[in-house]
């Protein structure tokens, strides 16, 4: 900065001294000390010079003092240029120092000049400073160069020279020029580049680093206490610090940096980092494995303790001996375990000599102790092993004596089972003391069992062959049977008495049968392995009540109510009342036995009358809630309608066809009276239903009706009539929608119906007389026809306003969507029609739409029968006869609305085609049908051209007509010439649907009339708008069905176009 302050004081002295000599020289002369007096005074002193002289030298002074004042009005611009020189010198400083800082970042070098550090991240390696931050610190840089020089003192703005210089608002800007160079931009862009370039570099060098990248995940996830509580092997634990080892020498082998460009790459803080994390986790895994070994070696020594405690044994008794023999084979079994247990110790130990782990000497003396107890425990082994051989025999003769004698216990239980109380039929009506004496029997046989299961488990130990104990099977067997007798026998008698003395109406028959059944099967299957009398009598007792059980069914059916047991304790001879208790014992004493088809029928006929009871409570339950669906009316309060009503019906049919069902049973005597109730209710309902549904078809029809006022000053009696009706129908409907049970509706009789087959007919009333004032108005205007009751009482509903006439004027008038109707104060004056598509007809008086709308509409239709018969007339009067325009016609086309346009021209076209004829006929000239064809041909290329070019959408819609009406004139004309017709009487030419204006014949006024004429028929113009609308190819079948049916109309006939779809019949028509 100084040094720039410094040149800045050399330009400002510079710049001020020429400033300086400029001004001073031109004040001299604005003081008149002008040097050329200075000159001439001291002329006399210079006698030497002649005139000639003296006169040069003071014009070459007056020149300097003219020059002196320029250049003094040159030194603002002389201070400019000084300071633009300056700035581009300061602009070029930037630009070339920026180039060679460039050119520095890359030259070739060893050493990096910015060092980056790099560094382990979640997301990977990272940088720091990272690339963007070098970039950033040197974009700061070049900033501040930038600022400093901008920031130097400019000439321009210096003290001396602001009487030179005025304050400038558009003096050069360091900062925006710098920052606006293409060079500048582009030097930045390179050391940008050049930056990612080497960053790019020091990434894909990092990669090397991956080595040791675990070791920073693996510290993220390191949680010694857990690693410690999980179970270890010495595998694993070897596995863990061998990958720990081989991470150290990993970080031993790692540079400390690498420069990548001018990137010095510092990677030993990295490794200051790692370092200490895989020397911590190496301590940790040696205190463990420390540990661990210490653990497992003190449990060893435990175990083998044991073990030799139990070898060192010598059992004299048969049961100690074979306790001892079984406890050394199991410790044999688990001898391969014990042994690797071992073996893990000394892996440990060795693991942790081979890492060079310091192991405590009482751990040591722990180890040599585990071994010297290893070593006892296999010589106890062998002591064990060779006092087994010696006691053997002994034991074994010991065993067989043992065995001996439980067969003889076995055999005397086997045959007690079969003599004494068990096979006693006086213990069957109480088997108590016999289940006593069997379950004493149970307990000896338990103790039995276990022995011989001892026994069996010695000769295992002995290897002897195991003897099967064939009396314990047969005991066990005889014992299985005599106890499932007894307990059936116990069962039966305990269910049987229940049977027969409970209240006989609380008994499940059902299930009853099904445990008689399983007695009767089990009793016969025990008589046949046993075949003694208590089995017999078992077998005697469950068949003899199984005979019984039809009877019992039948009288436990669950649908029997008191007025069947009436009727049977009636035929029994036994008093009944109602809640009367009686057991299956009582009825059976009664005889109820021996009356088995009175059960039967009685039976019957509770389920078949239960049956009908669960259909008619179906049917109250289902009525109970079906509901009405009420629906709010068009949004008014209060005003409801019903909603959906199918799935009424449908139940109602149901339930109808369900109840006259019913009335066919033969069991219908308990319920008749309630199924008939029923019949009628669902009757009254069906008929109050159909009522209410037309009531509120013919409701709601009417209502939107009436609800306008015009109508009702129309149809004041009708709309009292519909008033008194309308309120009845809300009243109903209201109670309806606060109660809306169905069968509810009827709870006061036929009053509902009654009030709804009233209303019904008031409304038909109504609708007649509304029928018959729609046909008045229908008859008023025919037009009205075409309109649907619905539409035309939407007209007449609105009849003050005109303007509700617009949507239905298309299917009153054919071709016209709307009405034009006037503004403000014409509001409710009809202007025009419109067509479909675009076009627009003015009516040729204003029509007022006042007063009733069949009488303004009638108007109206004469409106447009005038306005189109005014326009034809104007047509023909201006339509051009001769010159060009006769040809191109297009200001007379336009002029007009397109029906007159087409019809007129059809009137010009057989208008001349006549004059043509007359001329032939009359032989004044005897091709004036070819010249007029010529001359159709001009009109008709003019209009083809006309299309092309650039008119509307609907101009162009009355060409195409125009050209297809025109294209069938000419087909005409040319037929005309090939057959060399020449008189208008020829019936080529009267064959030809042709339009004339006749001027003095006019049902309007007196200036002419447009007829339609073919062979001998004649019809005059109906002026009904048509619109512009497309024009259908004429054919000769067209011709064919015009002359038909003008045919049939002239003999007052009608006529009816048939055929395919499409075909044009409606066009043909028109």
């Known amino acids: 900065a100084k040094h720039f302050e410094a040149c800045m004081e050399k330009v400002q002295s510079t710049v001020q001294k020429v400033c300086s000599d400029v001004t001073t020289l031109a004040r001299s002369t604005d003081n008149g000390e002008a040097p050329l007096d200075l000159t001439l005074a001291s002329m006399t002193e210079k006698k030497n010079m002649s005139m000639v002289a003296l006169k040069k030298e003071e014009a070459d002074r007056r020149k300097m003092l003219r020059r002196a004042e320029q250049e003094a009005d040159m030194l603002s611009d002389f201070i400019r240029l000084a300071d633009y020189v300056a700035v581009e010198s300061l602009v070029q400083l930037i630009i070339n120092t920026m180039e060679d800082f460039k050119e520095e970042l890359h030259k070739p070098r060893k050493q990096g000049l910015f060092e980056t550090t790099v560094k382990f991240a979640e997301e990977g390696s990272v940088f720091t400073p990272n690339c963007s931050a070098i970039q950033s610190m040197?974009?700061?840089?070049?900033?501040?160069?930038?600022?400093?020089?901008?920031?130097?003192?400019?000439?321009?703005?210096?003290?001396?020279?602001?009487?030179?210089?005025?304050?400038?608002?558009?003096?050069?800007?360091?900062?925006?020029?710098?920052?606006?160079?293409?060079?500048?931009?582009?030097?930045?862009?390179?050391?940008?580049?050049?930056?990612?370039?080497?960053?790019?570099?020091?990434?894909?060098?990092?990669v090397e680093f991956d080595k040791v990248r675990p070791i920073y995940e693996y510290n993220l996830k390191w949680d010694f206490e857990v690693y410690r509580r999980e179970v270890h092997t010495v595998k694993s634990l070897q596995e863990e610090m061998d990958k720990i080892a081989n991470w150290e020498?990993?970080?031993?082998?790692?540079?400390?940096?690498?420069?990548?460009?001018?990137?010095?790459?510092?990677?030993?803080?990295?490794?200051?980092?790692?370092?200490?994390?895989?020397?911590?986790?190496?301590?940790?895994?040696?205190?463990?494995?420390?540990?661990?070994?210490?653990?497992?070696?003190?449990?060893?020594?435990?175990?083998?303790?044991?073990?030799?405690s139990k070898l060192s044994q010598r059992p004299q008794h048969l049961k100690d001996f074979a306790a001892q023999i079984e406890a050394v084979a199991q410790l044999q079994a688990e001898e391969k375990v014990l042994f690797r247990h071992s073996q893990m110790v000394e892996q440990m130990y060795k693991l942790l000599q081979d890492y060079e782990v310091k192991v405590l000497s009482d751990d040591l003396v722990q180890l040599e102790e585990l071994r010297a107890f290893q070593q006892s425990y296999v010589e106890e082994l062998e002591a064990a092993a060779s006092?087994?051989?010696?006691?053997?025999?002994?034991?074994?003769?010991?065993?067989?004596?043992?065995?001996?004698?439980?067969?003889?216990?076995?055999?005397?239980?086997?045959?007690?089972?079969?003599?004494?109380?068990?096979?006693?039929?006086?213990?069957?009506?109480?088997?108590?003391?016999?289940?006593?004496?069997?379950?004493?029997?149970?307990?000896?046989?338990?103790?039995?069992?276990?022995?011989?299961?001892q026994y069996s488990a010695s000769q295992r130990l002995f290897d002897i062959t195991e003897y099967k104990y064939p009396q314990l099977v047969n005991a066990k067997a005889v014992y299985d049977r005599q106890e499932g007798l007894w307990n059936m026998i116990n069962d039966w008698n305990e269910h049987y008495d229940s049977w027969m003395n409970s209240p006989f109406t609380e008994l499940d028959v059902e299930e009853i049968n099904k445990e008689v059944q399983v007695y009767f099967k089990d009793s016969f299957s025990l008589h046949k392995k046993l075949g003694n009398d208590v089995s017999m009598k078992l077998k005697d007792k469950t068949s003899d009540f199984k005979s019984k059980m039809g009877v019992i069914l039948e009288l436990g059916n669950p649908n029997m109510r008191d007025r069947h047991w009436e009727k049977i304790f009636e035929k029994l001879g036994q008093a009944w009342y109602p809640a009367m208790e009686f057991s299956l014992a009582d009825l059976i004493q009664f005889g109820i036995l021996n009356f088995s088809d009175l059960v039967t029928e009685q039976s019957a006929t509770a389920s078949g009358e239960a049956q009908l009871e669960k259909s008619l409570e179906s049917i109250l339950h289902g009525w109970d809630n079906t509901e009405f669906i009420t629906l709010n009316h068009r949004d008014q309060k209060g005003v409801f309608i019903l909603g959906a009503l199918e799935e009424i019906f449908t139940l109602l049919e149901d339930n109808q066809v369900t109840l006259q069902t019913m009335m066919g049973s033969r069991f219908i005597s308990g319920v008749q009276q309630e199924v008939e109730v029923w019949e009628k209710k669902l009757a009254l309902l069906s008929e109050t239903l159909d009522e209410w549904t037309q009531c509120q078809r013919n409701w709601m029809y009417l209502e939107t009706i009436f609800s306008?006022?015009?109508?009702?000053?129309?149809?004041?009696?009708?709309?009292?009539?519909?008033?008194?009706?309308?309120?009845?129908?809300?009243?109903?409907?209201?109670?309806?929608?606060?109660?809306?049970?169905?069968?509810?509706?009827?709870?006061?009789?036929?009053?509902?119906?009654?009030?709804?087959?009233?209303?019904?007919?008031?409304?038909?009333?109504?609708?007649?007389?509304?029928?018959?004032?729609?046909?008045?108005?229908?008859?008023?205007?025919?037009?009205?026809?075409?309109l649907?009751?619905?539409?035309?009482?939407?007209?007449?509903?609105?009849?003050?306003?005109?303007?509700?006439?617009?949507?239905?004027?298309?299917?009153?008038?054919?071709?016209?969507?709307?009405?034009?109707?006037?503004?403000?104060?014409?509001?409710?004056?009809?202007?025009?029609?419109?067509?479909?598509?675009?076009?627009?007809?003015?009516?040729?008086?204003?029509?007022?739409?006042?007063?009733?709308?069949?009488?303004?509409?009638?108007?109206?239709?004469?409106?447009?029968?005038?306005?189109?018969?005014?326009?034809?007339?104007?047509?023909?009067?201006?339509?051009p006869e001769h010159g060009q325009k006769s040809i191109e016609r297009k200001e007379w086309l336009f002029s007009y609305p397109a029906q007159i346009?087409?019809?007129?021209?059809?009137?010009?076209?057989?208008?001349?085609?006549?004059?043509?004829?007359?001329?032939?006929?009359?032989?004044?000239?005897?091709?004036?049908?070819?010249?007029?064809?010529?001359?159709?041909?001009?009109?008709?290329?003019?209009?083809?051209?006309?299309?092309?070019?650039?008119?509307?959408?609907?101009?162009?819609?009355?060409?195409?007509?125009?050209?297809?009406?025109?294209?069938?004139?000419?087909?005409?004309?040319?037929?005309?010439?090939?057959?060399?017709?020449?008189?208008?009487?020829?019936?080529?030419?009267?064959?030809?649907?042709?339009?004339?204006?006749?001027?003095?014949?006019?049902?309007?006024?007196?200036?002419?009339?447009?007829?339609?004429?073919?062979?001998?028929?004649?019809?005059?113009?109906?002026?009904?708008?048509?619109?512009?609308?497309?024009?259908?190819?004429?054919?000769?079948?067209?011709?064919?069905?015009?002359?038909?049916?003008?045919?049939?109309?002239?003999?007052?006939?009608?006529?009816?176009?048939?055929?395919?779809?499409?075909?044009?019949?409606?066009?043909?028509?028109?």
């Open 138 to 206: 040197i974009s700061v840089m070049t900033e501040a160069m930038i600022s400093s020089v901008a920031n130097v003192t400019r000439v321009l703005f210096l003290r001396p020279f602001t009487e030179h210089v005025q304050r400038m608002s558009d003096a050069p800007n360091i900062n925006e020029i710098v920052r606006a160079s293409v060079h500048f931009r582009r030097i930045c862009k390179a050391i940008d580049e050049k930056i990612d370039t080497d960053f790019a570099e020091a990434t894909k060098y990092v």
């Open 249 to 308: 020498r990993e970080l031993d082998r790692m540079r400390a940096y690498q420069s990548c460009g001018i990137l010095q790459v510092v990677s030993r803080h990295l490794r200051s980092e790692m370092q200490p994390l895989t020397a911590d986790k190496m301590v940790a895994l040696k205190s463990l494995v420390k540990d661990l070994a210490r653990h497992h070696c003190k449990e060893q020594m435990g175990k083998y303790k044991t073990r030799v």
């Open 387 to 453: 006092y087994k051989s010696e006691r053997m025999p002994e034991m074994t003769q010991q065993l067989d004596i043992s065995i001996g004698n439980l067969n003889d216990a076995i055999r005397d239980i086997g045959s007690s089972l079969e003599e004494g109380v068990y096979i006693n039929a006086s213990f069957f009506d109480d088997p108590q003391p016999v289940l006593s004496e069997l379950a004493a029997v149970k307990a000896k046989l338990d103790n039995v069992d276990q022995r011989c299961a």
């Open 708 to 786: 306008a006022e015009d109508i009702q000053k129309q149809l004041p009696v009708e709309a009292q009539k519909f008033a008194m009706v309308d309120k009845l129908w809300k009243a109903n409907l209201k109670a309806c929608n606060e109660n809306p049970n169905v069968i509810a509706s009827i709870d006061a009789g036929d009053k509902l119906l009654r009030e709804f087959q009233h209303c019904n007919k008031t409304l038909e009333d109504v609708q007649k007389s509304l029928e018959d004032y729609l046909q008045t108005k229908r008859m008023a205007f025919p037009r009205f026809y075409f």
């Open 788 to 879: 649907s009751n619905d539409d035309l009482l939407e007209i007449l509903s609105q009849t003050r306003d005109p303007h509700a006439v617009q949507p239905h004027m298309g299917k009153c008038f054919d071709a016209i969507k709307s009405i034009n109707f006037g503004d403000k104060a014409q509001r409710a004056t009809i202007l025009g029609y419109n067509d479909p598509k675009t076009e627009s007809v003015k009516l040729s008086e204003g029509v007022e739409a006042e007063g009733p709308v069949e009488t303004w509409l009638l108007a109206f239709q004469a409106g447009m029968v005038r306005s189109l018969y005014d326009n034809m007339k104007a047509s023909v009067l201006s339509y």
């Open 901 to 1070: 346009g087409i019809a007129v021209d059809q009137i010009i076209w057989s208008d001349n085609m006549a004059k043509a004829l007359i001329q032939m006929e009359n032989g004044e000239n005897m091709n004036a049908v070819k010249e007029f064809l010529a001359f159709s041909l001009e009109q008709l290329e003019f209009m083809v051209s006309l299309v092309r070019g650039d008119i509307t959408r609907g101009q162009r819609g009355l060409c195409g007509a125009m050209i297809t009406i025109d294209v069938h004139a000419r087909d005409v004309t040319r037929g005309l010439i090939k057959k060399n017709v020449d008189r208008q009487t020829d019936f080529e030419w009267t064959r030809q649907l042709r339009y004339y204006w006749e001027p003095n014949q006019s049902h309007l006024d007196q200036e002419g009339e447009c007829t339609a004429k073919q062979t001998n028929t004649r019809f005059l113009y109906a002026y009904e708008y048509l619109g512009n609308s497309p024009r259908l190819v004429i054919t000769p079948l067209t011709d064919m069905c015009y002359m038909t049916l003008t045919g049939a109309l002239h003999l007052k006939l009608g006529g009816a176009p048939a055929g395919p779809a499409g075909t044009g019949k409606t066009e043909t028509t028109k």
